[in-house]
């Protein structure tokens, strides 16, 4: 199975996703997987339609938010704190390196109100630097 990091015990990142992970990441107690990654951005990139079809088949929940070189929208941020808050369990994201479901998770998380230095700290614990986040997550935890 691909190399998958929590950044709390709700929720993990992982670089690209194929079929053969789903199986695994399902017995290893995930129930929602989220994908970051836009169709076509590299061409031997699974189809998105085709990793929700699997995730199906393993019970898991999916959802595309996709995150383009044109970086991150409230939307997508909301798209996310929407999955949290419904997931009845642990969620996987997945973009290339995981380091965008990494950043979206940090501000859906400073939406919901948690502070920039455990999401920073948390992140760092896996591998990812936000440090460039900071005044982004705390103008999302003022805004909440």
């Given at each position: 199975?691909?190399?998958?990091?929590?950044?709390?015990?709700?929720?993990?990142?992982?670089?690209?996703?194929?079929?053969?992970?789903?199986?695994?990441?399902?017995?290893?107690?995930?129930?929602?997987?989220?994908?970051?990654?836009?169709?076509?951005?590299?061409?031997?990139?699974?189809?998105?339609?085709?990793?929700?079809?699997?995730?199906?088949?393993?019970?898991?929940?999916?959802?595309?938010?996709?995150?383009?070189?044109?970086?991150?929208?409230?939307?997508?941020?909301?798209?996310?704190?929407?999955?949290?808050?419904?997931?009845?369990?642990?969620?996987?994201?997945?973009?290339?390196?995981?380091?965008?479901?990494?950043?979206l998770w940090?501000?859906?998380?400073?939406?919901?109100?948690?502070?920039?230095?455990?999401?920073?700290?948390?992140?760092?614990?896996?591998?990812?630097?936000?440090?460039?986040?900071?005044?982004?997550l705390d103008?999302?935890?003022?805004?909440?």
């Open positions: 199975m691909t190399d998958i990091r929590p950044l709390d015990s709700h929720f993990a990142v992982a670089p690209q996703l194929t079929s053969e992970d789903l199986g695994p990441a399902a017995q290893a107690g995930y129930v929602a997987l989220v994908n970051n990654r836009p169709d076509g951005e590299e061409a031997n990139q699974p189809e998105g339609a085709e990793i929700a079809r699997v995730a199906a088949e393993h019970g898991l929940s999916y959802r595309a938010i996709p995150v383009t070189h044109a970086g991150f929208s409230l939307p997508q941020v909301d798209a996310l704190v929407e999955v949290i808050e419904s997931a009845n369990g642990p969620v996987l994201a997945y973009c290339r390196s995981g380091t965008r479901s990494a950043n940090a501000l859906a998380r400073a939406r919901l109100g948690d502070d920039a230095d455990t999401l920073i700290e948390k992140a760092a614990g896996a591998g990812y630097d936000l440090s460039n986040l900071r005044p982004l103008q999302m935890r003022a805004a909440k």
